[in-house]
DNA sequence: CTGGTGACCGCTT
DNA sequence: AAAGCGGCCACCA
């Protein structure tokens, strides 16, 4: 698979997003080796091959505001999912002062 | 086959 | 300090 080993790295990162917390694309694509794939994690997560194993919903961007293409059956329903997990949010972003998932890169 | 785009971010001037 | 631009991957026309 030559191809899309940049997507299978994103994935693998949104994959380790721990429950209760949200990461931004940014850091997503910096975890994955390079911050410029943030573009590129979009896309990769609006694939979205396996939304069960891949909590998209937990990915925002870095003003803490779900995407507008959000395609789960409406933005709200992202926002919903992770207020179920317990993360707050505030003027309908998230708290990334305290939410962001705090992941040092290797 | 080529061009352009997209759920974005960081860096430069 | 603020504003603007480019960049990387894969898919569509």
């Excluded at 994935?11 to 794939?37: H, S």
């Excluded at 896309?43 to 959000?70: M, Q, T, W």
């Amino acid at each position: 698979m030559a191809d899309g080993e940049v997507f299978s790295k994103i994935y693998d990162v949104v994959r380790q997003i721990p429950y209760g917390k949200v990461a931004t694309y940014g850091q997503v694509a910096e975890l994955a080796g390079n911050k410029r794939w943030a573009r590129v994690v979009g896309y990769a997560l609006h694939l979205n091959p396996d939304p069960e194993g891949i909590p998209c919903y937990r990915v925002v961007n870095k003003a803490g505001n779900a995407s507008s293409a959000f395609a789960f059956g409406g933005i709200n329903r992202q926002i919903e999912l992770l207020k179920a997990e317990g993360v707050q949010f505030i003027d309908g972003h998230v708290d990334m002062e305290h939410f962001r998932w705090n992941r040092h890169i290797f």
